[in-house]
C-alpha cells in the first residue's frame, strides 16, 4: 500500500532516507506474502527423451596401453577375448617391445641380428598377435637404453632401427606408429638428479637427444618406400616425464626441433 501523505521531517532523518521508505512502503503486505506458495513446496515434472542423439560418445578406452610381455601373461589372451566380446576392441593400443621392465632376451634390440638380416620374435609372437586381435592399430615403444649408454655402437642404431621395422611390419602389419623413447628425461637424466648426480654429469643431456632420434626417422623413411602410402609408419616421441631438475625448465623447451624434411618423408609425424 502506496503512502502519500506528506510527513514532517524529523530531526536526524534526511529527505532521501524518507525517499527510501515511501518506497519500501509500496510493496505487498507481509500477510500478503505469506499466502503465497513457496518455490520449494512446488512440484515439478522433468522428462528426458534418451532417443535423443547429442553427438559422437568419446571412447577414450580404445586407445590404450597393453602391458608388456611380462605382464599377466596367463591370462592376456582370455583378457584379449572378453574386450572384443563387450564391445571394447581399440583403435590404438601402445605395445612395449623393449620394456626396462622385462628381460634382455624379451627386448626386441636382441632379437635381431644385423649381419644375418633376421629377427627371432618367438618370444613377442603370443604378445603382439594378442593385441593386434584386441586393436586395429598398434604403437610401438622402442627405447635404444644400450645405445644410450654407449653399450652398442651408434652406427648401429639406425640400420638395427630399420631391420626391426622392416621384419615387424611384415608379420605384424597392424604395426602403424612408431614411438622413439619413452621417458628418456627421466631415465637418463632425472633419476640420477634425483639420486644426486651432477646434472652435468647424467647420462644424457637434454640437448644431445636430437641425435639418438635422428637415426628413428631415417630407420621409418626408408621402411615406408618399400610399403604402400596407406600402410606406412608414422613416428612421434619422444615422450616425455617431468620438470629439468637443474633449469626448473620442461626438458622439452630445451629440445633442438624434432626432424627435418626428407624427400617422401611428409607421412613421418614430428
Known amino acids: 500500500m502506496r503512502t502519500t501523505r506528506r510527513c514532517p521531517i524529523r530531526r536526524g532523518l534526511g529527505a532521501a532516507a524518507i525517499a527510501a521508505l515511501l518506497v519500501t512502503t509500496s510493496v505487498q503486505p507481509v500477510a500478503a506474502q505469506a499466502d503465497e506458495p513457496h518455490a520449494s513446496s512446488a512440484s515439478a515434472k522433468v522428462s528426458v527423451d534418451f532417443g535423443s542423439r547429442q553427438g559422437e560418445l568419446p571412447r577414450p578406452e580404445r586407445l590404450n596401453n597393453f602391458g608388456n610381455v611380462t605382464a599377466w601373461p596367463k591370462q592376456r589372451a582370455d583378457d584379449v577375448k ?8 581399440g583403435d590404438v593400443y601402445r605395445v612395449w617391445v623393449s620394456s626396462s621392465n622385462a628381460s634382455a632376451a624379451d627386448n626386441v634390440f636382441n632379437q635381431c641380428d644385423l649381419n644375418t638380416r ?24 622402442l627405447n635404444p637404453t644400450d645405445f644410450v649408454e654407449g653399450k652398442r655402437p651408434m652406427q648401429d642404431l639406425e640400420p638395427m632401427l630399420r631391420l626391426i621395422l622392416q621384419r615387424i611390419k611384415e608379420k605384424y602389419p597392424r604395426v602403424k606408429y612408431v614411438e622413439a623413447f619413452n621417458e628418456p628425461d627421466w631415465q637418463f ?5 634425483q639420486q644426486g648426480r651432477p646434472a652435468d654429469q647424467t647420462t644424457l643431456q637434454p640437448g644431445d637427444l636430437y641425435r639418438f632420434y635422428e637415426p628413428y626417422y631415417e630407420a621409418v623413411h626408408q621402411v615406408n618406400r618399400h610399403l604402400r602410402r596407406a600402410d606406412r609408419l608414422q613416428l612421434g616421441g619422444p615422450a616425455l616425464m617431468h620438470m629439468d631438475p637443474a633449469s626448473g625448465l620442461p626438458l622439452v623447451s630445451r629440445l633442438p626441433r624434432l626432424g627435418r624434411q626428407l624427400p617422401g618423408s611428409d607421412d613421418v609425424q614430428r
Open 82 to 89: 572378453f574386450l572384443n566380446k563387450q564391445g571394447l576392441h
Open 118 to 141: 633376421t629377427c627371432d620374435f618367438s618370444r613377442l609372437d603370443a604378445y603382439l598377435t594378442e593385441a593386434s586381435t584386441v586393436s586395429d592399430s598398434l604403437l610401438i615403444n
Open 189 to 193: 637424466h632425472g633419476q640420477q638428479r
